[in-house]
């Protein structure tokens, strides 16, 4: 079982989630629909890796 329990992965979606956000709202402000939609997958990745991090946290916890 990894020590971190879940920790890096929880961050590293944090991370994304902030990068996407920003990537989002670049992508909104000039116009640019690529830049969004970049946003808008690491937004959504950022949540996954998050997911994958809770979900560690309950499998240690067992």
Do not use: L, P, W
Request: charged share 45%; hydrophobic share 25%; glycine share 14%.
């Amino acid at each position: 079982m990894s020590e971190d329990h879940g920790f890096s992965d929880k961050v590293k979606g944090a991370v994304n989630k902030v990068k996407g956000e920003a990537k989002d709202q670049y992508g909104n402000a000039t116009g640019d629909i690529g830049k969004q939609a970049e946003g808008k997958f690491d937004k959504i990745k950022g949540e996954a890796q998050k997911e994958v991090g809770n979900f560690k946290d309950d499998r240690d916890r067992r």
